[in-house]
């Protein structure tokens, strides 16, 4: 047992493929880590799985608590999963008394893309802002608002689900069940389907893009998208561009509700970094109400990357 004297807490990210557990200091450092692989079946076996990778590191160090980043509606309490669309057999369960009672230990819940937003505004590119928020861009878009420095949770698990918010009248239908969210014009897919939609509009130009993917755009992925655009190639430049139109006019919108002065974009999109972000910043300026009247809110890329759940989870058990 390593004795630290430091309070240190365990933050876990229970993602689609692995729970990730990591010991974390009150400087946002990971010691150590423990992973599983995610019981497909859920339920039970997922809840005892975060249990065990916890178990494993409270061997190896004492810590004050637990922070757990999960997908799902989470009570604004802390404690109650109220909905989980991604993971089976989790819906109403209270995991706060469930992993507490295994562990030994007090334990918080938190929403996946909360934990991260909290953890990039302790430790990442948000610090120091007490008005930030985070869109976390991958197949959907994830968000989470820190207010007056602090969390805004919501009262039933949905705040920060920013990429629901309705940006087309009868647009693409979401999964949601809703229609023209924004996440259907500005997230990780839908820089596919604008990929797609730009190969279509130019077939002559699209030869080397759709070389990456056999020829096909079906063999086409995000990481083809990217590599082809920082290498000047102009039709998937195009995707990013049509990208950053529907982000920064959505930017735009959410600043009259939450005036923001920091946007951290992280999820897998932001590998593109600045192909992404300087056309999103252009466009933020452009639909910007009362442009010119008052600054605009600074966009930068998350930088925890895939650590920002458990060392923002961690964080969250601290306070
Ligand atoms: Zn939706």
């Known amino acids: 047992m390593k004795e630290n004297l430091e309070k240190l807490s365990i933050g876990v990210d229970i993602g689609g493929t692995k729970v990730l557990g990591g010991v974390v200091d009150s400087q946002g450092k990971i010691l150590t880590t423990h992973r599983k692989d995610t019981p497909k079946q859920g339920g039970e076996a997922l809840t005892q799985t975060i249990a065990d990778v916890i178990n494993e590191l409270t061997q190896q160090y004492k810590v004050e608590g637990v ?116 996440e259907q014009y500005a997230s990780g897919n839908a820089l596919m389907r604008h990929a797609r939609e730009a190969i279509s509009a130019a077939p002559d130009a699209a030869h080397n893009l759709l070389a990456r993917g056999n020829g096909s755009i079906e063999g086409l992925t995000g990481k083809h998208i990217t590599e082809a655009a920082r290498e000047g190639d102009m039709v998937a430049l195009a995707a990013f561009n049509t990208t950053a139109q529907w982000l920064g006019a959505g930017i735009a919108s959410l600043s009259v509700l939450l005036d923001p002065a920091c946007v951290v974009i992280g999820g897998g999109v932001i590998d593109a970094g600045e192909i992404l972000l300087a056309p999103t910043r252009a466009a933020v300026e452009r639909y910007m109400p009362f442009q010119g009247k008052h600054p605009s809110p600074q966009i930068v890329a998350a930088e925890l990357g895939n650590d920002a759940g458990v060392v923002g989870a961690a964080d969250l058990a601290r306070n």
């Open 67 to 182: 922070g757990i980043s999960a997908a799902g509606f989470v009570s604004s309490d802390r404690k109650t999963m109220l909905a989980t669309p991604n993971i089976s057999g989790w819906n109403g369960i209270n995991l706060e008394n469930e992993i507490s009672i295994r562990v030994g230990l007090p334990v918080v819940i938190e929403n996946d893309a909360n934990a991260a937003a909290w953890g990039e505004s302790r430790y990442g590119a948000g610090r120091g802002q007490s008005q930030m928020m985070m869109l976390t861009i991958g197949t959907g878009i994830g968000g989470g608002i820190v207010v007056d420095g602090a969390l805004h949770r919501g009262a039933y698990g949905i705040a920060a689900e920013f990429g629901h918010l309705r940006v087309v009248p009868e647009g693409h239908l979401c999964g949601c069940g809703a229609r023209g969210c924004f």
